[in-house]
């Protein structure tokens, strides 16, 4: 009967002498350990996932409306399924941070979006449309 055993390491660890002799007469596995770099980026005022354009906040709606990570790659293609998972497993470890990230986002949205408004607003009104439709 073969043994397996499995050593974690954290990165940059070697094995200790003890183990070396085990390896000549067993399998063993070492599973490095390290942190990687959460998958989001900065660029042109919003948090970008991975090497994509797609926002953070766009991931993270869809996460909110009951879309799995595997569906929501398949509606952003240019997404890698491990980002996806990274920025939800982030999003649920730091919920009241990012759901605070999320809101001053949103109201920088709005006051853009009424400055638009000011700056072109509507010379049309819905009575106009309707008058032009025969109402």
């Known amino acids: 009967m073969q043994r397996h055993r499995v050593q974690f390491a954290a990165a940059g660890d070697s094995l200790p002498q003890a183990d070396r002799a085990i390896v000549a007469r067993d399998y063993v596995m070492t599973l490095h350990l390290a942190a990687e770099a959460l998958p989001l980026r ?9 090497r994509t ?26 997404l890698e399924l491990a980002d996806v998972y990274d920025v939800v497993a982030y999003y649920l470890r730091h919920r009241d941070d990012v759901d605070a990230y999320l809101e001053v986002q949103e109201q920088t949205f709005r006051d853009e979006a009424d400055e638009v408004r000011r700056a072109f607003p509507s010379r049309i009104t819905r009575a106009k449309l309707e008058r032009r439709v025969g109402r």
């Open 53 to 78: 354009r797609v926002t953070l906040e766009t991931v993270l709606w869809a996460f909110q409306q009951g879309a799995t990570p595997e569906a929501i790659v398949e509606r952003y293609p240019s």
């Open 42 to 50: 900065e660029q042109d005022g919003a948090l970008r996932v991975g």
